[in-house]
């Protein structure tokens, strides 16, 4: 993000659409009209990919699969600017 005016930018924001396969320790919580997230956390732990929802808002989650794949990267544009 960049300072703009005063007001914060988006900058080289994307949507990503990630696959999971073989997910196991499925844990969703505070599941809303919102479902903010502070970020993504992914580690391996025990051979598995460890994914990890970062609670906002009370929206949080957490799973492990064994095979995990970015699918597609574009590019977002807002419908209108701030």
Same mark, same amino acid.
């Given at each position: 993000?960049?300072? *703009?005016?005063?007001?914060?930018?988006?900058?080289?924001?994307?949507?990503? =659409?990630?696959? #999971? @396969?073989?997910?196991s320790e !499925?844990?969703?919580?505070?599941?809303?009209?919102?479902?903010? *997230?502070?970020?993504?956390?992914?580690?391996?732990?025990?051979?598995?990919? =460890?994914?990890? #929802? @970062?609670?906002?808002?009370? !929206?949080?989650?957490?799973?492990?699969?064994?095979?995990?794949?970015?699918?597609?990267?574009?590019?977002?544009?807002?419908?209108?600017?701030?």
């Amino acid at each position: 993000m960049t300072m *703009l005016e005063g007001q914060y930018v988006l900058a080289n924001d994307s949507v990503v =659409h990630f696959r #999971f @396969e073989d997910v196991s320790e !499925f844990e969703l919580e505070g599941f809303n009209q919102q479902n903010v *997230l502070s970020s993504l956390n992914l580690s391996i732990d025990a051979d598995l990919l =460890h994914v990890e #929802f @970062e609670h906002c808002y009370q !929206f949080s989650g957490e799973f492990r699969a064994r095979k995990g794949m970015v699918m597609e990267v574009t590019p977002f544009k807002p419908e209108t600017d701030l």
